[in-house]
């Protein structure tokens, strides 16, 4: 990618706010916060940009801990994701620090471009990517209705370009049976944990009949207090995932007959309640994506060949769901983390490494170079500013 006067400037940007994003990366970091209560990390992330003069709305779509800040009035609408929850008991061990300070660089960055590249930019605080789809609630809120492309990243063990996911869902399965002693009159007791045990069995035998990109995990949230009492209540948390969303729905459907077995041979009552809305697989933009690829060469990075992206799926995200519905991204940058790979305690600890810093740099300069070369292609523009109009006609 040849440099131009606006790319020339957001790399600038960047590099003299480095320390400012390095730090906010550190203190997300230091505090780490869990779905729907990241209420400190919202605000360090709001800070730096209401500072540089982004017009803050909070609570948007209706969550205490999302937000949009806007700076710019041109014609092209470009979003920049933010997420900052982490993960119980690991923390930031899927690197969320990172995606949030690179997300505040590369709006500052485009901040300093917006006049003259007819831009407007979003900085989007999405909370609860982990578990709770908080992007999926803010699309269905109308957060993102007046955007025309919308980019992120990830941090993780390689450099990816057009990153890839799998479609998700997740469910509580709840089996209701009835209390007896379980000595003294056990044949009174209708055994909820018993419906677990047959559910697990079943799943355990469907996997060697699943199709290729398929699978389920899931673990026991409860299943009874004390030995000696039949348990009557027991609980399951499956996740359930595909590379497609069609797959997903068909897995679903046959993992409705596992859950249904456990409750069948035991007699318990069940239900089955959604834990979280449906992911989406990733949809990477075919110009965004080859545009960063361009970027991470550019700054001797080494991503995988966009032959091998397909097959290496990056786990699940609620990003998906934002590029089923406009142009977007969301690459993987890598981080030394040591061998470890994303929800590991290594990853955690390379999170706030050098090597993760210099992503929160690195990352920020090539997501706006990305926005850079979209706004000043006249073709590019143009069409995602058409497929806006599109998706607001409908």
Same mark, same amino acid.
């Given at each position: 990618?040849s440099?131009?006067?606006?790319?020339s400037?957001?790399?600038?940007v960047?590099?003299r706010r480095?320390?400012?994003?390095?730090?906010?990366?550190?203190?997300?970091?230091a505090?780490?916060e869990? /779905?729907?209560?990241?209420?400190?990390?919202?605000?360090k992330?709001?800070?730096?940009v209401?500072?540089?003069?982004?017009?803050?709305?909070?609570?948007?779509?209706?969550?205490?801990?999302?937000?949009?800040?806007?700076?710019?009035?041109?014609?092209?609408?470009?979003?920049?994701?933010?997420?900052y929850?982490?993960?119980?008991?690991?923390?930031h061990?899927?690197g969320?620090?990172?995606?949030? /300070?690179?997300?505040?660089?590369?709006?500052?960055?485009?901040?300093?471009v917006?006049?003259?590249?007819?831009?407007?930019?979003v900085?989007?605080?999405?909370?609860? =990517?982990?578990?709770?789809?908080?992007?999926?609630?803010?699309?269905?809120?109308?957060?993102?209705?007046?955007? /025309?492309?919308?980019?992120?990243?990830?941090?993780?063990?390689?450099?990816?370009?057009?990153?890839?996911?799998?479609?998700?869902?997740?469910?509580?399965?709840t089996?209701?049976?009835?209390?007896?002693?379980?000595?003294?009159?056990?044949?009174?007791?209708?055994?909820?944990?018993? /419906?677990?045990?047959?559910?697990q069995?079943?799943?355990?035998?469907?996997r060697?009949?699943?199709?290729p990109?398929?699978?389920m995990?899931?673990?026991?949230?409860?299943?009874?207090?004390v030995?000696?009492?039949?348990?009557a209540?027991?609980?399951?948390?499956?996740?359930?995932?595909a590379? =497609?969303?069609?797959?997903?729905?068909?897995?679903?459907q046959?993992?409705?007959?596992?859950?249904?077995?456990?409750?069948?041979?035991t007699?318990?009552?069940?239900?089955?309640a959604?834990?979280?809305?449906?992911y989406?697989?990733l949809?990477?933009?075919?110009?965004?994506? =080859?545009?960063?690829?361009? =970027?991470?060469?550019?700054?001797?990075?080494?991503?995988?060949?966009?032959?091998?992206e397909?097959?290496?799926?990056?786990?699940?995200t609620?990003?998906?769901?934002?590029t089923?519905?406009?142009?977007?991204?969301?690459?993987?940058?890598?981080?030394?983390?040591g061998?470890?790979?994303?929800?590991?305690?290594?990853?955690?600890?390379?999170?706030?490494?050098?090597?993760?810093?210099?992503?929160?740099?690195?990352?920020a300069?090539?997501?706006?170079?990305?926005?850079?070369?979209l706004?000043?292609?006249?073709?590019?523009?143009?069409?995602?500013?058409?497929?806006?109009?599109?998706?607001?006609?409908?």
């Amino acid at each position: 990618m040849s440099d131009t006067a606006a790319s020339s400037t957001v790399e600038d940007v960047v590099r003299r706010r480095r320390d400012d994003l390095v730090a906010l990366s550190h203190a997300i970091h230091a505090e780490p916060e869990l /779905a729907f209560e990241e209420y400190r990390s919202c605000a360090k992330v709001a800070a730096l940009v209401a500072e540089r003069g982004f017009e803050i709305t909070e609570n948007a779509g209706g969550l205490a801990t999302a937000f949009r800040a806007s700076y710019g009035s041109g014609p092209l609408t470009v979003g920049v994701c933010a997420e900052y929850d982490a993960l119980p008991e690991i923390g930031h061990a899927c690197g969320h620090n990172i995606i949030a /300070a690179s997300a505040v660089g590369t709006a500052l960055a485009l901040a300093d471009v917006a006049d003259d590249l007819g831009l407007t930019v979003v900085l989007v605080g999405t909370p609860a =990517e982990e578990a709770g789809g908080g992007k999926v609630l803010m699309l269905d809120a109308g957060v993102f209705d007046d955007l /025309a492309a919308t980019v992120m990243l990830h941090p993780g063990p390689v450099d990816i370009a057009a990153a890839r996911s799998l479609a998700l869902s997740e469910v509580w399965v709840t089996y209701r049976g009835r209390e007896s002693h379980a000595a003294v009159a056990p044949y009174l007791g209708v055994n909820a944990a018993d /419906a677990v045990t047959v559910t697990q069995v079943a799943i355990g035998l469907l996997r060697q009949q699943l199709s290729p990109g398929q699978m389920m995990h899931g673990i026991i949230t409860e299943a009874g207090l004390v030995p000696n009492v039949i348990p009557a209540k027991a609980q399951l948390r499956y996740t359930m995932r595909a590379t =497609e969303t069609s797959a997903l729905r068909d897995l679903e459907q046959r993992m409705a007959g596992c859950f249904q077995a456990g409750a069948v041979a035991t007699g318990c009552e069940y239900d089955v309640a959604e834990a979280s809305p449906m992911y989406q697989e990733l949809t990477p933009d075919g110009f965004l994506a =080859e545009t960063f690829r361009a =970027e991470m060469q550019r700054l001797g990075r080494t991503p995988l060949p966009a032959e091998m992206e397909a097959s290496l799926p990056l786990g699940s995200t609620d990003m998906g769901n934002v590029t089923k519905v406009m142009p977007g991204i969301h690459p993987v940058v890598g981080v030394d983390a040591g061998g470890a790979s994303v929800h590991q305690p290594g990853f955690a600890a390379a999170a706030a490494s050098a090597s993760g810093d210099t992503a929160v740099v690195e990352g920020a300069i090539m997501l706006a170079r990305t926005v850079v070369a979209l706004a000043e292609s006249a073709t590019e523009r143009d069409r995602v500013l058409e497929l806006q109009e599109r998706r607001v006609a409908s």
